[in-house]
């Protein structure tokens, strides 16, 4: 093969200046040729509409370089002329297709230079990378736009030699995934397809099983947490933050993807190792929230807003907002972001943060603890009623509202600590900045939403909304309240979810119900009756 003389030493990625495109001459990878600065490279071309065989060969001798079988019952095949003794191999073996642990497809193929990588890389383009360096793509799809071509952009600026060479592997390897189905469904190639298509079907294509929840920790004693294999690090351009400070906080120490793009897996995980959550109620947070915030398809949510690092949305009505989204979970009363209504709701609110310092210290002597948590509580309550003409408390943002105020108590204070009272210094870390404070260990023993009812019995409220403007505040008397966990259930299921898909099918509807099978398992201590929204 023309590239297995390749330098792997020579693949160093360089500045964007140093790029070349290879331009096909068709908005197709078949039937079609490779231009190189405007001169034909190879010809493409396939002898069916079924692409059973596609034939690449040299524009300049007419010397064919590779065939490309696809076949119905026998194994797809690839031939090179001058290689293996001009003898067929099978393509699975030549291009060897992986799940990684993330669920994610990548196409290896090993050279005598060593092996290469087709992936999905983290702005959802098609590239290929060596593998020692999967960071770093060395070559990639450009797809199709009003303003450029379909193509391959290499990141190599080298002799015409060594770029000959780099197109082989990227032409051969791409034009293997375009062809065949393990790739691409229905053997369509890359071909043909609008920019919005591609953006769409790439991602679809990785699709991601939702992955069983974890069980609980086989030791959950207090341990140090904020390590040396956790540090604290500042956000890099493109990370993605979102309104709730713990999630935040554990993204910034590597805890969870440092990027903000998060599965439920990784976020029961995060929170039960960093802050000892209870598993059952860790589930029931993270399903609840990841099936109205999240992307079913791929198994990802962002922390923060609606990115494209989730991959494709699904169809309409559904929002995959993310974290950000309103009336989710996210919702009114926050204490440490503003109501969506004047609106920003997700990026830190000195004004807010500093309600929690003023009832701080007027109800906890300059700590924030439970009678402190029910003040406030009632202030914000209060205030958003008075302010607010879109005020909205209902399940399940009443439900998360009590949890935010004890959370903190909960979970931010040092697990040698044992006597309830949050530094504000901490607080602050956590709600602004992000970081764990020096030396932090985690609370000693798994814990959920402890304190939740003292808040409650405080200053109960009745979920409900302002309906015709500020102080016009009605009950909801269909919305579950906090000691309704059966209802919060079954409300949450057939009307939050329902709302966002009417009627799913194929991998959506097995996605979204294999996530319902685990948010049902959360609610098993509570005898909840489970609800089938699309059916058993």
């Known amino acids: 093969m023309m590239f297995e003389s390749f330098n792997a030493s020579q693949a160093t990625l360089i500045g964007p200046e140093s790029t070349t495109t290879l331009i096909f001459s068709k908005p197709s990878a078949l039937n079609t040729t490779l231009l190189w600065n405007g001169r034909p490279l190879m010809a493409i071309s396939t002898v069916d509409t079924g692409a059973e065989r596609t034939k690449i060969s040299d524009e300049q001798t ?9 076949r119905t019952i026998l194994s797809d095949t690839i031939m090179f002329t001058h290689h293996h003794g001009g003898k067929s191999m099978k393509l699975k073996e030549w291009l060897k297709e992986e799940t990684q642990e993330n669920g994610r497809t990548t196409w ?26 999967l960071e770093h793509p060395i070559a990639w799809a450009q797809l199709q736009t009003k303003s450029s071509p379909f193509g391959l952009i290499l990141t190599q600026a080298s002799t015409s030699t060594f770029l000959k060479m780099f197109a082989s592997l990227s032409v051969y390897t791409l034009l293997a995934l375009s062809i065949v189905a393990n790739a ?16 769409a079907v790439l991602p679809t294509l990785q699709f991601s099983p939702p992955q069983p929840p974890p069980g609980p920790l086989a030791d959950d004693r207090t341990k ?15 990370d993605i933050r979102g309104p709730c400070p713990a999630l935040n906080t554990l993204a910034s120490h590597g805890y969870l993807p440092r990027n903000g793009i998060v599965t439920p897996v990784q976020i029961i995980n995060a929170v039960q190792e960093a802050l000892n959550l209870d598993n059952t109620f860790a589930r029931f947070l993270v399903f609840s929230t990841f099936l109205v915030n999240g992307n079913p398809i791929t198994n990802l949510m962002s922390l923060g807003g609606a990115t494209p690092l989730t991959g494709p949305n699904p169809p309409k009505p559904a929002t995959v907002g993310g974290l950000d989204s309103h009336n989710n979970c996210e919702g009114d009363t926050s204490m440490s972001r503003a109501d969506f209504f004047f609106g920003n709701n997700h990026d830190f609110n000195e004004t807010r943060f500093q309600n929690l ?53 909960n979970f931010f204070i040092d697990g040698r600590q044992k006597d309830g009272q949050l530094d504000l210094t901490v607080a602050r870390g956590f709600f602004q900045l992000m970081q764990l404070p020096p030396d932090f260990h985690r609370h000693d023993g798994a814990i959920s939403n402890e304190g939740f009812e003292y808040v409650y019995n405080k200053y109960p409220i009745q979920a409900g909304s302002n309906t015709v403007g500020v102080n016009s505040y009605k009950a909801d008397l269909t919305s579950a309240t906090l000691f309704e966990p059966c209802l919060r259930y079954t409300t949450f299921v057939n009307n939050n979810i329902k709302s966002l898909y009417p009627n799913p099918t194929g991998l959506l509807r097995q996605a979204i119900n294999t996530n319902l099978q685990f948010l049902y398992e959360s609610t098993l201590a509570d005898n909840c009756t489970q609800v089938f929204p699309y059916g058993r």
């Open 108 to 133: 290896t193929i090993q050279t005598h230079s060593g092996k290469f990588v087709w992936r999905t890389d983290i702005s959802l383009r098609l590239a290929l990378c060596p593998e020692s360096n």
């Open 357 to 409: 310092i003023n009832y701080s210290n007027k109800f906890g002597a300059g700590k924030y603890n439970l009678t402190v948590a029910a003040e406030l509580r009632n202030f914000l309550h209060q205030d958003s009623l008075m302010h607010n003409p879109q005020f909205s408390l209902v399940s399940p943002r009443l439900f998360t509202a009590y949890g935010e105020s004890v959370f903190p108590i």
């Open 224 to 238: 140090l947490i904020n390590d040396a294999a956790h540090p604290h690090l500042p956000l890099k351009p493109g």
């Open 62 to 70: 007419d010397e064919l370089l590779v065939t490309i079988q696809r």
């Open 184 to 199: 691409f469904p229905q053997y369509q190639s890359l071909a043909g397809l609008s920019r919005d298509e591609l953006d």
